[in-house]
């Protein structure tokens, strides 16, 4: 089966722009998930989708936003680009939302560098 | 609330060399337990999960058992190869995840010489 697809690989912006990444979730998985890996931060929870809804959202300002297509894609927006925004953004589906069980693993896509000249 | 923490790294080992990563967790009931590895320029790939207690995930040669009373689930291979260095993920999905997202630790870097 086909994997979580991102794009673009790479996108490179200037400060006070707005930037759009896409996600294509493996086929059956109605979740999606954003991650921001920044250097020497980890991976830290941005977005969670279900459904078309946003379920949940991690501790980053309103100019992150997203949402999630009626075919279970999504896309992240990032508006007012500012230079700790460069990172590397993963997008991660699952089968179902983890709501009865927390067992269902998330599978990640390979990307979206980032980079705020 | 929940957390994941791994040994810092780098782990810089020979080839054929044994591996352990370690990792233990904080978390209330039976979280489920996953590894996940990045390699370089990459993204994450599951490398194996546990979902209750005693249960040994394993793939590619990598092991881990959870063990719920050290509460830990560390990393284990017999014989690690040059292409197995990458950061090393350990992460917990919470018995009821309301919140939908997975737990991290910080990484661990391993990095393997022939």
């Known amino acids: 089966e086909a994997g979580v697809t991102q794009s673009p690989t790479h996108l490179i912006k200037t400060r006070g722009q707005q930037a759009t990444l896409r996600c294509s979730p493996i086929?059956?998985?109605?979740?999606v998930y954003w991650y921001q890996q920044a250097l020497g931060l980890g991976l830290q929870f941005l977005l969670w989708y279900d459904e078309g809804e946003e379920r949940n959202r991690g501790n980053f300002p309103p100019r992150f936003s997203g949402r999630q297509f009626p075919n279970y894609s999504s896309e992240l927006n990032v508006n007012a680009l500012e230079l700790e925004d460069s990172a590397l953004y993963l997008c991660?589906?699952?089968?179902?939302?983890?709501?009865?069980?927390?067992?269902?693993?998330?599978?990640f896509g390979d990307g979206t560098r980032l980079s705020i000249l | 609330g929940d957390s994941v923490t791994q040994m810092e790294g780098p782990v810089t080992l020979s080839e054929e060399a044994f591996l352990t990563i370690n990792c233990t967790y904080t978390?209330?009931?039976?979280?489920?337990l996953f590894w996940y590895v990045q390699y370089p320029g990459e993204g994450l790939q599951l490398l194996l999960k546990?979902?209750?207690?005693?249960d040994k995930g394993s793939n590619k040669g990598f092991e881990a058992t959870y063990r719920k009373e050290t509460t830990s689930f560390h990393l284990e291979k017999g014989s690690v190869q040059v292409s197995d260095s990458a950061v090393y993920f350990c992460?917990?999905?919470?018995?009821?995840?309301?919140?939908?997202?997975?737990?991290f630790g910080q990484g661990t870097e391993l990095s393997v010489k022939p």
């Open positions: 992460a917990l999905s919470p018995l009821y995840n309301q919140g939908g997202k997975l737990i």
């Open positions: 546990a979902t209750k207690a005693d």
């Open positions: 991660a589906s699952s089968r179902e939302g983890n709501l009865a069980r927390g067992n269902q693993p998330q599978h």
């Open positions: 086929s059956g998985h109605t979740s």
């Open positions: 978390a209330t009931g039976y979280p489920s």
